[in-house]
């Protein structure tokens, strides 16, 4: 089956510089790519994701790329601010239309500082 | 749109208990939910696959019988844990899928 990594486990950025969060997946099947803020005592938010078809996607603050070949994929955030800071997990699946299962990785705990 | 709820947000119960927690898509209908443990500060864990009328599918490793989950409608999959131990307490989460899954806020079940 899938097998996600992450890294970082943690990062600490100072308010205003970038964090880049990286991941990598093992089936190259997989052609769907989320990643989820989680904070504390909550569910995780979608915040974006990206398909296998695409190599970048920005959203203000937020971008990923995908690298297909390499089987990995990143989040990057530029002018962080301290509501930033949560927990933030990629996640990788096989989309086919209908309900796909999500094997997530093991999340980066994030924190601006001021 | 696409807004999950789940109830209740926590519960305390006694060891031998059943603890029942529903999960809701509030604006849209979902064929398909999906029901993950998480302990603190580790990752979300799938647990089973909830089809609107079918029986749950259910990940290697997790007890069919402990963990009862019934999808009775396009809006309502309900996970019950049958005979509660310490062990069990965790933060349970689910999501409704409709293309791209929503995740509800979770409850909190601490067994004592």
């Known amino acids: 089956g899938e097998n996600v990594e992450q890294h970082p486990s943690t990062l600490s950025v100072q308010e205003g510089d970038s964090a880049v969060i990286k991941c990598t997946y093992s089936?190259?099947?997989?052609?769907?790519f989320p990643w989820y803020k989680q904070e504390l005592g909550k569910g995780p938010q979608l915040i974006i994701d990206?398909?296998?078809?695409?190599g970048e996607k920005k959203d203000q603050r937020i971008a990923v790329t995908l690298n297909k070949t390499a089987k990995h994929f990143s989040l990057h955030i530029t002018e962080t601010q301290p509501e930033d800071s949560a927990v933030y997990f990629c996640?990788?699946?096989?989309?086919?239309?209908?309900?796909?299962?999500?094997?997530f990785g093991t999340g980066t705990r994030l924190q601006v500082t001021l | 749109g696409a807004v999950v709820s789940q109830h209740p947000s926590w519960v305390i119960c006694k060891s031998g208990t059943s603890v029942k927690i529903e999960c809701r898509s509030l604006?849209?209908?979902?064929?398909?939910m999906f029901w993950y443990r998480q302990f603190p500060k580790q990752s979300l864990m799938l647990m089973a696959t909830?089809?609107?009328?079918?029986?749950?599918?259910?990940e290697q490793g997790v007890e069919k019988d402990k963990f009862l989950i019934n999808h009775a409608s396009l809006t309502l999959s309900t996970l019950t844990v049958t005979s509660a131990h310490p062990e069990d307490s965790s933060f349970y989460i689910c999501?409704?899928?409709?293309?791209?899954?929503?995740f509800g806020p979770g409850t909190r079940l601490t067994v004592l």
């Open positions: 999501s409704a899928s409709r293309d791209e899954q929503f």
């Open positions: 089936d190259s099947a997989s052609n769907y």
């Open positions: 990206i398909r296998s078809n695409v």
């Open positions: 996640a990788a699946s096989i989309h086919t239309g209908t309900a796909s299962k999500l094997t």
């Open positions: 604006d849209f209908q979902a064929t398909t």
């Open positions: 909830s089809n609107e009328g079918s029986k749950a599918t259910y």
